[in-house]
């Protein structure tokens, strides 16, 4: 390299418990509550940018994790976030924006879980308490938010490739700068980090990848990669870098505190390190050293950033580190809520103010994926690293070997499950909405091409909230409907999600189910499961005269039907307030289906007089679902060119809605009950 000039609820309490880190072979602090009040970090208060990191001494820098520890800790008690790999990088962070020139030298962030760090030591201190609301910081790396913010993330796997691409025009207008790619070991099981490892070594590149190796993604890192970098571990030795950049294998430094890696019974040889697969690639191995361990860390980096060519330095961490509940929850604490707000007397809230306890969609996935499994031998369950977030963990613990997690592999997740549906068992590949996106060559050719029997479960449909544009669900009716074979039904509440996956999986076909993150409207789920017709829509509801002169139908695709229906009884009252000459009946439509639509109900709709339609989803206008009525109603339907009803397509606009609250997003694109009313007023003016 070319040198440069150098979840679950937290526990609610009013100060922190500070002890020593007692069992770890770190300097520094292991806290056991997360703050209330701000905490005192006079030397995090003084950095305003990283380049003053360079008057620190080593004995500063490890104060300056623990300040910079607890700010997280009390930051993310007042906003929620993500959390645990937030605590785990604070040592890297630091160590990486003291050897390096940033933002001339660029880092590159995977995913971005782990960049809160990065944003307080880049002038964003004081902001971090506004992450994830609206107007506040990104969830995530953002270009537009700072110049220290190389590359938008928000997905997996991307960072060697982006860091790669940065070398190499770097290289060519001949701008000596360093890049460094940092990439998690769930990260690296996604099959872009290897495409780009490979071009690296063809390419002959400066890169320096970190691999900061927690044995976690959001779930366990599971699979042989995994097993590689454990047995790297356990051998008790590491490749050291000289201070000449040439590898010294040598004894590892005995680290306690990390024995929950010794899983794997047979130790392979010593050689294992100097044979490993990232020199089997091509690049230069070193590690694994302790990401926990400032002055290693620094020696260690400042060494690699110098050696030519592509470089891997592995570093294993904590993730939670530094907060005794996440290091012993890693997975439940991902991300946290913000801490609840305290009551001025421990006299509990009256009944009538306590919320009702309503249902996750994941949850209503996860109650169909036992109840099927228990009566259908033939159904098995994919999912590429969320098995919690899915809401399969059940379903994993009765049913171990029908229960696939291939890792962040989204496009072998779904060749995977076409390859088990040739074999006569029918597979459903449960996945978020963005994510599948990932997979959409691998969707049309490998299994609706062929149409085969495979369910898609897709969850974090719509707009997701403060996890923003990176993660919105927002582009699969359009992306799905287009597709020959495909089947895509888009559920009202919990009680039809049910019914629709049952009657998803009883088709035979390429089928999809689509429903949102969260909880839904409290709908009682009745079992036994059902099977509605395919493409049949279902009238929720008429109100008005069938004599009235306006006659409207709202057309509404799954989450937005309660407030189609909202919206129908606010249009009703205001013409009944208003004593209106012109009254209007209103027809709210449960579409149910996107592909294939109930064109029969549209023919019948028309032959009732309908003079206004509107299709209102939660979801891109153009190429949606709005778009698939509008396109049989010129292309199909007689009656609709004879009578010519006026038109309007309600949904999200032709832009990438910013990070807020989910209610703050729908208000954004006018898809809460008072917009869509005023685009439905608008129609019938």
Partial sequence: MQQSPHSPQSQSVSAPAIKPAAQLSTLQQTYAVIPRVRPDTPLLDSIDEPSELNTFTTAQLITLVDELRLFLLYSAGQSGGHFGANLGVVELTIALHYLLDTPQDQIVWDVGHQAYAHKVLTGRRE???TIRSKSGLTAFPERAESAYDTFGVGHSSTSISAGLGMSLALRYQGREQTVACIIGDGAMTGGMAFEAMNDAVQQDADLLVILNDNDMSISCSIGGFSQHLAMLWESGYQVDISDSGEPVLCQRPDMQGFDRRKRHKEMRDVPQLEDNLFKAIGFAYFGPFDGHNIPELL??????????GPVLVHIYTTKGKGFAPAESDPVGYHSISKLPVELASKAQAPASEKPQPTVKYSQVFGQFLCDKAAEDNKLLAITPAMEEGSGMTEFARQFPERFFDVAIAEQHAVTLAAGMATQGVKPIVAIYSTFLQRGYD????DVALQNIDVLFAIDRAGLVGEDGATHAGVFDFAFLRCVPNMVVAAPKDENECYHLLNTCYEYQGCTAVRYPRGAGTGAAIEKPAQSYRIGEAAVESVLGSDAAPIKLAL??????VATAQQAAEVIALNQAEHESE???????VNMRWVKPLDTELLESLLAQGITHIATIEEHVIMGGAGSAVNEYL????????HSRPAICNIGIPDRFIAHGSQAEQLA?????????VAQIQQLLS
């Fill in 442 to 445: 691998q969707l049309i050719h």
């Fill in 634 to 641: 010129l292309n199909n339907s007689a009656a609709f060119k």
């Fill in 127 to 129: 902001q971090l308490g």
């Fill in 299 to 308: 020696r260690v980096l400042s060494l690699a950033k110098q050696v030519s």
């Fill in 668 to 676: 954004d694109c006018g898809l809460n009950v008072e917009g869509v």
């Fill in 555 to 560: 057309l509404a695709f799954g989450t937005m």
């Fill in 582 to 588: 012109d009254s209007c009946q209103v027809q709210v």
